[in-house]
C-alpha cells in the first residue's frame, strides 16, 4: 500500500484575519438580545414536540413571541438611530 502525504501547506494557513473584529463583535453583542428571545422561543415549541399544549404552555409562547417582538423592533430602532425610550415602532 502506497501512503499519500501532502506536499504543499496547509491550505488554509492559520492568520490574525481569521478572529472577529471589534465591530463584528459589537454588531454581535447588540443582537443578542434578540437571539436569547428566539432561544427561549424555541425552547417553548420545543416542550411542545412531545405534549399538547396546557394554558400555561399557551401563556409561554405568547411571552416569548412578545419578546422576540419586541427584541426585533429594538434592534430595528437601533438599526435606524432612531431608540427612544418609550418609541412605538
Known amino acids: 500500500m502506497m501512503n499519500i502525504a501532502a506536499l504543499q501547506d496547509v491550505v488554509t494557513p492559520w492568520s490574525d484575519g481569521l478572529e472577529p ?3 463584528e463583535l459589537s ?3 447588540a443582537e443578542m438580545a434578540l437571539v436569547l428571545a428566539e432561544v427561549e422561543l ?3 415549541l420545543i416542550v411542545l414536540l412531545d405534549r399538547p399544549a396546557s394554558e400555561f404552555d399557551g401563556r409561554r409562547i405568547r411571552r416569548a413571541c412578545h419578546r422576540v417582538l419586541a427584541a426585533r423592533r429594538d434592534v430595528a430602532n437601533r438599526a435606524a438611530g432612531t431608540q427612544v425610550s418609550g418609541d412605538a415602532a
Open 21 to 23: 473584529s471589534d465591530a
Open 27 to 29: 454588531a454581535i453583542e
Open 42 to 44: 424555541l425552547d417553548a
